[in-house]
């Protein structure tokens, strides 16, 4: 497997360098979870930002179904509230990490999908613009209670998922969902993690590691392999489910 990983990063990183392809890991994403999530599942999102997953999101789980929507940012919250108005969203202006409380929040004015709860690398750190603004945190575990069951869980908070899965070791061990989680570098450096954070992670909760290409990281060499590669997101799979999810992604 180890070798296989090699060979899947060294194609993709020359597809790229080469210009023969332009990856839309957004799309990939999508395409994944659309053969996960089912009529009637309950589905979270986790970083709403603007809605670019939550509106599948809402169309995949149809009118039995249930999202629960996550954005800290007044602004994509505000605009979450008007464009999903009259759909089965509940959405929540807060940030999910560790413990409940406020916080210091950084908005990237420029980049705004950029923002978080620290100051991440930036991309183009000249456009990026960052204020601070202050913002209502909450553990996943004290919001998600009620929710007898979940299905999916979409993580993308720039930095801030591994303090939201640890405030969410009660969920992850109630409802036993599949979660996507984005984890790169730039962003998860800055609250003082290290590749092995979200591995480590995993596994205390009894979870499997999948990139985004389907390769399953189950050993911390393949982990290393695959983390800060080329692509930044990955699944999160409970092991009794393990046979659903590659049947469902490799048909």
């Given at each position: ?247 469902a992604l490799r048909d």
């Amino acid at each position: 497997m180890l070798r296989e990983i090699q060979i899947r990063i060294q194609q993709v990183r020359s597809l790229i360098a080469m210009r023969a392809v332009r990856f839309d890991f957004e799309a990939l994403l999508e395409r994944h979870y659309r053969r996960l999530i089912r009529p009637g599942d309950t589905v979270l999102d986790i970083g709403a930002h603007t809605g670019r997953h939550l509106e599948p999101f809402v169309e995949l789980v149809g009118s039995r179904g249930r999202v629960v929507a996550f954005e800290p940012l007044p602004f994509a919250h505000e605009l979450l509230c008007r464009r999903f108005v009259d759909k089965p969203v509940t959405i929540h202006q807060v940030a999910l990490g560790e413990r409940d409380g406020t916080s210091e929040f950084t908005f990237a004015r420029g980049a705004p999908e950029e923002s978080g709860l620290k100051a991440r690398v930036f991309n183009r750190p000249s456009t990026a613009d960052p204020t601070t603004i202050s913002v209502e945190v909450r553990r996943l575990d004290g919001l998600a209670g009620h929710l007898s069951t979940i299905r999916f869980i979409k993580i993308d908070i720039e930095g801030g998922e591994i303090g939201c899965l640890r405030g969410a070791t009660t969920t992850l061990s109630r409802t036993r969902p599949m979660l996507s989680v984005g984890y790169g570098h730039p962003s998860y450096s800055v609250y003082g993690h290290e590749k092995a954070t979200l591995f480590e992670l995993a596994a205390a909760n009894d979870y499997v590691l999948y990139d985004i290409f389907l390769n399953r990281l189950g050993e911390i060499e393949e982990w290393n392999l695959a983390c800060d590669s080329v692509y930044w997101d990955f699944f999160m799979v409970p092991p009794e489910r393990e046979a659903e999810f590659v049947a469902a992604l490799r048909d």
